[in-house]
């Protein structure tokens, strides 16, 4: 069975600019999440897809974070404009049941460097 | 707003040696996972504790989740230096499915 996967690995961007992150998780897994975890803090939840629908997105900064999940399989994160403290890494995780004793499972992050 | 400290945040010890990560809240959680990341990948889960005075044993790691589930800790036993990584706990409250971390402990263990 295939990992999560996260497109790309890295990006290096200026401020002002837009970046799409992609994130597939593992196949037949309905809860997508999005975590963020920015220099010297620890890993931050942003949001919570059930297939195609945002469950939860309270964890998201502002609105220059906009996160899709269209038919349910893989998701994109877009940060339009991207700002200096936009900086960190992005995980994504996903599982297959809810409730106690669910168990996220973690993509390889991507590196996002605004300059 | 949960959180989760986790001590130490650094842990430098010798091959053989016994070390425990802490982990602890003021807020109960319906489960707790750990997981260990190493540079350029993400979390890989270690376990998952749900109930209260929960032990689960991995080989040489050894988890308990606290009785009131607050808080957990993982044992090692003669670390070696292939335990070197960072460790990170997790907590997921009842009512929202997202995973409250901790700052992670860095363990680095010397041949």
């Known amino acids: 069975e295939a990992g999560v996967t996260q497109f790309p690995s890295h990006s290096v961007i200026e401020k002002g600019q837009t970046v799409t992150l992609r994130c597939d998780p593992i196949?037949?897994?309905?809860?997508l999440y999005w975590y963020r975890r920015v220099m010297g803090k620890e890993i931050k939840f942003l949001l919570h897809f059930v297939k195609e629908s945002k469950q939860d997105e309270s964890g998201m900064p502002n609105n220059r974070f906009l996160a899709e999940r269209t038919g349910g399989t893989y998701s994109t994160l877009k940060v339009q404009p991207a700002e200096l403290e936009d900086s960190g890494v992005y995980f994504c995780a996903s599982s297959r049941h809810r409730g106690r004793g669910e168990t996220q499972y973690f993509g390889p992050g991507t590196r996002l460097l605004v300059l | 707003t949960q959180l989760l400290e986790q001590s130490p945040q650094f842990l430098s010890i010798q091959e053989g040696e016994n070390l425990t990560v802490y982990c602890n809240s003021s807020s109960v959680f319906s489960s707790l996972q750990w997981y260990r990341q190493e540079p350029g990948e993400g979390p890989v889960l270690l376990v998952t504790v749900v109930t209260g005075g929960e032990v689960k044993k991995l080989k040489r790691l050894t988890f308990q989740f606290g009785d009131a589930r607050k808080d957990s800790s993982l044992h090692i036993t003669a670390a070696q230096p292939g335990d070197t990584g960072l460790y990170l706990c997790a907590g997921a409250t009842g009512s929202a499915r997202q995973l409250t971390f901790g700052s992670g402990t860095q363990l680095t263990v010397l041949p």
């Open positions: 196949s037949g897994h309905d809860n």
